[in-house]
């Protein structure tokens, strides 16, 4: 078992940068590859990042590919998602999950079994 809460979302205008956290509690966060999913109003929940048990693999969504960066510090049983050159279209309900398993895909939100309370992101023009 593994609970997970998220924190360091905010409000930040176009071009600025967060950084989200996503700690956990229960077994070591080792156990898990984990990712961050966002959900905006009316829109179904996306992937965004994922990173392997040890943080040597990394995946992105397009959309994000060369402004976020995924990063784990299993000491700290704690994942982070930092977060530049934010758009508007960044503003969404930001969730980290934790997967148990060793197959499957990163990106697919059937795959993860733990998931956060989520963290509100809001990114203004």
């Known amino acids: 078992q593994v609970q997970l809460v998220e924190s360091g979302g905010g409000l930040v205008q176009a071009g600025g940068s967060l950084r989200l956290s996503c700690a956990s509690t229960?077994?070591?966060?080792?156990?898990?590859?984990t990712g961050w999913f966002r959900q905006a109003p009316g829109k179904e929940r996306e992937f965004v990042a994922a990173i392997s048990r040890g943080g040597g693999s990394t995946y992105y969504a397009d959309s994000v590919k060369g402004r976020f960066t995924i990063s784990r510090d299993n000491a700290k049983n704690t994942v982070y998602l930092q977060m530049n050159s934010l758009k508007p279209e960044d503003t969404a309900v930001y969730y980290c999950?934790?997967?148990?398993?060793?197959?499957?895909?990163?990106?697919?939100?059937?795959?993860?079994?733990?998931w956060g309370q989520g963290t509100q992101v809001t990114v203004s023009s």
């Open positions: 229960g077994r070591t966060f080792s156990s898990y590859r």
């Open positions: 999950a934790a997967d148990a398993g060793y197959s499957g895909s990163y990106r697919a939100l059937r795959e993860y079994d733990y």
